[in-house]
């Protein structure tokens, strides 16, 4: 599970998503039994709730990448 904030026309918004899906534009949020689609330049933070799969990686420079 995911804790997602996303900014939606100004607000944030977050959500606690039990799958997400990311393409090369676009982030699908599963939370509540629902699907949301969002523009992947909206994504605020992702940040995981339990345990982290030992493939994760959790280091600052890959979390943190910005496209110029």
């Known amino acids: 599970m995911f ?3 996303i900014l939606d026309d ?3 918004r977050n ?3 039990t ?3 990311i393409s090369t534009d676009d982030i ?3 939370a509540g039994g629902d699907r949301h ?3 992947l ?3 605020i933070d992702i ?3 339990g345990t982290i799969a030992p493939s994760v990686s959790r280091s600052p420079s890959f979390r943190s990448r910005r496209a110029s």
Do not use: T
């Open 3 to 5: 804790v997602v904030s």
């Open 10 to 12: 100004g607000d944030e």
């Open 15 to 17: 959500f606690v998503a």
């Open 19 to 21: 799958d997400i899906r």
């Open 28 to 30: 699908v949020i599963e």
């Open 37 to 39: 689609l969002f523009r």
């Open 41 to 43: 330049i909206d994504v």
């Open 47 to 49: 940040l995981p709730i």
